[in-house]
């Protein structure tokens, strides 16, 4: 059986830079120009100051593991498990955190705190970004 | 009785099972009716309606039964009705019913929640499950990496307790376990645990998503259960011991699960005490929402039953939280035992315990004060009942 289909979030002005700035290799954040805070999900204002001022902003990429589960569960046909759900928060970026897979390692060698970095995997479009281990 | 307060009067529930042939409706009237049997309220003299949360199109399965059909199916003349997702969470329908009764809105309010997840997955004819090509909302930020289930979600603040805290799996354990042995006694049970659970099957269990296994989540369940509210200045109508709904608190920080560091448990368990001169020491009984089970553990902690960070501690052995212990919690089984009701088990159970109705599961003493939540995540509410 061939894996499944990662579900597929629904393109909109304000979520298209996250989803498809993998296609340049950029993970993209909104970002305020008036105060430099993220606003993360992404709206069209800044969260913090609640200026319009925001825009798409390429952060490193890299990351701490700040918290994880091994999931077990195949939640659609053919879903290879386990694999680890993680949260990364992101350097550069403070107060953002992404729910990601952490890929390209064993599941049980991922531990809090460790040092990870974007890796995009591509689907239809998508550029969903997975994250693995750094060095 | 004061005037200006709202009481739970009556409380009831329909058969619990998994892929019930009953109706959801039906499941709804049964509930409706033991709740006014306990009460001794009439259909005419109830005049409000409210759920959680309301009804769900796009997944009947999770609420299939809205306050509107309610009140036409049983010709509730309603002065005020309600159901609504937007809000802290489930057991924020009874708190919405204790304003709109205190406000003199109405005086005799039906509140349900209506489940019936299990028989909607095994009959997709009537009950189809919409499955989108795209995911938006929320869900878009963690459904495109697996994390579908809010058991992902909430095993990663578990995960996090252990890490910083050290709570371990043995510990954890003892939520299930406690569960399972309570929900023996519960008659309304029987669908969900027909034997107890112990320690080694507990660890021998399929992991889910870590460190959740298998009994760490509650199953797919159908059933209806209602909580009556009334106006203090309507009691002399009621035909038992009201139970005075003491304090109530709600809080969302970000309505997202993976931006918070911790449930909301936290903020709104601390926020519970400094509406009432009620303090932790006077409750005799707590129902915590255990969808996951780790959430109890963030509800005795946010309470302030125990110290943040040691809830897993406080739960070792079980002896605190047993029926006989200092403590008793989720004497009805909770849902991880009792079934997925989706948080009105919880009141349910309270105002069963404070008056006494409890019958093999019945708590010693005289309990007279109860904390009742419900939520997950960065959602989060909570009701102290008290017999005074």
């Known amino acids: ?108 060698d991922v531990d809090f705190d460790d040092k990870v970095q974007v890796v995009f995997e591509e689907q239809d479009g998508i550029f969903y970004p997975l994250f693995e281990k750094v060095g | 009785m004061a005037r200006n307060e709202a009481y739970i009067t009556g409380v009831g529930q329909s058969e619990v099972g998994v892929r019930l042939p009953r109706h959801p409706l039906l499941l709804t009237i049964d509930a409706v009716n033991e709740a006014l049997a306990d009460a001794g309220l009439t259909l005419d003299q109830i005049d409000g309606v409210c759920t959680y949360p309301g009804k769900v199109p796009s997944f009947l399965g999770f609420s299939p039964v809205g306050s509107d059909e309610v009140i036409e199916a049983l010709g509730i003349r309603s002065k005020w009705h309600n159901g609504a997702m937007e809000q802290p969470a489930q057991l924020s329908a009874v708190g919405n019913a204790a304003q709109a009764v205190k406000e003199g809105l109405c005086r005799h309010v039906i509140c349900f929640r209506t489940v019936y997840e299990a028989g909607a997955m095994a009959n997709p004819r009537e009950y189809p499950m919409s499955r989108p090509d795209t995911v938006s909302g929320p869900s878009q930020w963690t459904s495109p990496f697996w994390a579908i289930s809010a058991a992902c979600w909430t095993a990663q603040y578990a995960m996090r307790h252990m890490h910083k805290y050290g709570m371990t799996r043995e510990q954890l354990a003892q939520i299930a376990l406690n569960a399972s042995r309570n929900a023996m006694k519960n008659p309304r049970a029987r669908a969900i645990t027909r034997e107890e659970l112990t320690l080694d099957k507990y660890m021998s269990s399929r992991m889910i998503s870590t460190p959740f296994c298998l009994y760490d989540c509650d199953r797919f369940t159908d059933a209806s259960t209602v909580v009556i509210v009334s106006a203090g200045d309507a009691l002399d109508e009621v035909k038992v011991e009201p139970v005075r709904i003491a304090a109530m608190s709600g809080s969302v920080d970000r309505y997202s699960w993976d931006q918070v560091e911790w449930p909301a448990a936290y903020e709104t368990g601390h926020d519970l005490w400094t509406r009432t001169d009620y303090t932790a020491k006077d409750v005799d009984t707590v129902q915590f929402y255990d969808g996951f089970a780790f959430l109890p553990i963030t509800w005795l902690e946010g309470l302030g039953f125990c110290e943040k960070g040691e809830g897993g501690r406080f739960i070792e052995g079980g002896t605190r939280i047993a029926s006989d212990g200092e403590l008793p919690l989720n004497t009805f089984g909770g849902q991880l035992g009792a079934g997925r009701l989706h948080g009105f088990g919880f009141a349910h159970e309270a105002v069963t315990q404070l008056r006494g109705k409890g019958g093999e599961r019945q708590i010693p003493g005289d309990p007279k004060v109860a904390v009742a939540t419900s939520g997950g995540g960065p959602m989060a509410a909570a009701l102290l009942l008290a017999r005074d």
């Not at chain 1, 304000?14 to 305020?32: H, I, M, Q, Y």
């Not at chain 1, 992404?42 to 593991?65: D, K, M, Y």
Request: overall charge negative; glycine content about 8%; proline content about 13%.
């Open chain 1, 1 to 108: 059986m061939n894996p499944p289909h990662r579900p597929r979030p629904r393109l909109d002005s304000v979520n298209t830079p996250f989803w498809t700035g993998g296609a340049e290799g950029k993970l993209n954040l909104c970002k305020c120009a008036d105060c430099g805070e993220f606003t993360h999900p992404p709206l069209p204002l800044c969260r913090h100051c609640q200026s319009e001022n925001v825009a798409p902003h390429a952060v490193a990429g890299t990351g701490e593991i700040d918290t994880y589960t091994i999931n077990h569960q195949p939640w659609a046909p053919g879903l290879e498990v386990p694999f680890v759900i993680a949260r990364v928060r992101l350097d550069g970026a403070p107060g953002v955190y992404l729910t990601t897979n952490i890929v390209n390692c064993p599941v049980e």
